[in-house]
């Protein structure tokens, strides 16, 4: 399997394919007022080219307190779909395993008359079905007077969609004044969890006081870290003030900085469920050299923000090595000099060997990145200063 990485020092946007337009969300004045009128309509829905990106939500948000995360689209919503879009899909023993099945919860606002999603696959050949009992169709009606248990604003109706194979796939719901699509990525089998994360930082020198920030999204399940030597501490820090240039410290999430044991992994206190930022920094006289920190979490949202110590002219960073197995790697933002006009150029390596610069801009993040990459295996991502000056420098991570 291949993804995109992307590398450089500013943050980027959600993603799209490359030369492809997905609206959401638009209002349709034709005069249906039929279920027949919205079968009339055609599909408007995308071809992707052979390097598109499947233009799928970066993650799920909550839908309504009670109903679980999934995609929203105008006055309807596909609960189900996960990180990445991901909704994965088994062998379907209705339909003599020729298609592979899957399951999505609607949220329907409650006065809304029925609907019909239909859909296919964008990347190929393929339709989207929906079980019906024994057999299948290609329209689904959403049209079931069920009054949802997250309230009465809302009306729930669960359904089986069906495809042939993997791929990404498009779902288009019509409804009398309205177009609503929702695109995922249909995967074979279980998902592995996707929001498991560990950063590495390899071959780090703290001088005295200073400090390394992390800026993150966990959930309340524990953060972990790890380093490889005496003298360090982990420190609450506010997240804006970490990263507009001023590192201060708590009291915020727990009150005091903690000592961290060379080989002992420290979790820390529970997490709010927020984005927020940490410092671990040296807390002797004398400078602490790390062959290795680690950052493990499971994660809220896409975002990792890292902020290293300031590099002098034609100094490398402490390499960074991002691990996450089976899932696309992207490090957002311009990855040269030539784009972030400060002199800190990044450089992305797997298997020992540099990945080259493409043009990205199909994921949504500004500029130009790094790819392919090969997924599963660790990505090393390095900064260099070339510039005649003392640089500070910080990179965001982000997936698609």
């Not at 940490?278 to 979490?297: E, G, H, I, K, P």
Request: charged share 20%.
């Amino acid at each position: 399997m291949l993804g995109i990485a992307l590398a450089g020092i500013s943050i980027g946007a959600s993603s799209t394919g490359a030369g492809t337009e997905i609206v959401s969300f638009r209002k349709v004045d034709d005069g249906a007022n039929t279920l027949s009128d919205l079968r009339a309509r055609e599909l408007s829905l995308p071809r992707l080219g052979s390097e598109d990106i499947c233009p799928v939500p970066a993650y799920p948000e909550p839908v309504v307190d009670g109903a679980g995360n999934g995609v929203r689209a105008g006055p309807v919503a596909a609960v189900g779909i996960g990180v990445n879009g991901v909704l994965p899909f088994h062998a379907d023993s209705a339909s003599d395993s020729k298609w592979l099945a899957g399951k999505i919860l609607w949220l329907l606002d409650a006065d809304l008359p029925p609907l019909l999603v239909r859909g296919r696959r964008l990347d190929g050949p393929g339709s989207v079905r929906f079980r019906n009992g024994e057999s299948s169709v290609s329209g689904l009606v959403l049209d079931e007077d069920v009054m949802s248990t997250v309230g009465p604003e809302w009306r729930d109706q669960p359904s089986g969609p069906q495809v042939k194979e993997p791929g990404c796939y498009a779902l288009q719901v019509d409804g009398s004044d309205f177009q609503s699509v929702i695109v995922f990525r249909a995967i074979a089998g279980d998902v592995e969890t996707p929001s498991r994360r560990m950063f590495e930082l390899r071959d780090l020198r703290l001088d005295a006081g200073e400090a390394v920030a992390f800026g993150f999204h966990p959930t309340r399940d524990p953060v972990t870290i790890g380093v490889t030597a005496d003298g360090l501490e982990v420190c609450p820090a506010e997240l804006a003030d970490v990263f507009d240039g001023v590192q201060t410290v708590g009291p915020y999430w727990f009150d005091v900085c903690l000592p961290l044991e060379k080989g002992v992994a420290l979790d820390l206190p529970t997490p709010p469920v927020a984005h927020i930022a940490l410092l671990v920094r040296a807390r002797t006289d004398a400078s602490v050299r790390v062959a290795r920190l680690s950052v493990t979490y499971e994660a809220g949202d896409e975002f990792f923000h890292l902020a290293p110590l300031p590099l002098d002219p034609g100094e490398r960073s402490a390499a960074l090595i991002i691990t996450r197995s089976k899932w696309d790697v992207v490090v957002a933002g311009p990855p040269e000099s030539e784009a972030s006009g400060t002199g800190v150029w990044v450089v992305v390596t797997q298997r020992g060997e540099r990945v080259r610069v493409v043009n990205v801009e199909n994921v949504g993040r500004d500029g130009a990145g790094h790819g392919p990459i090969v997924l599963g295996e660790p990505v090393v991502v390095r900064m260099q200063n070339k510039a005649g000056l003392r640089q500070p420098v910080s990179l965001a991570v982000y997936w698609v």
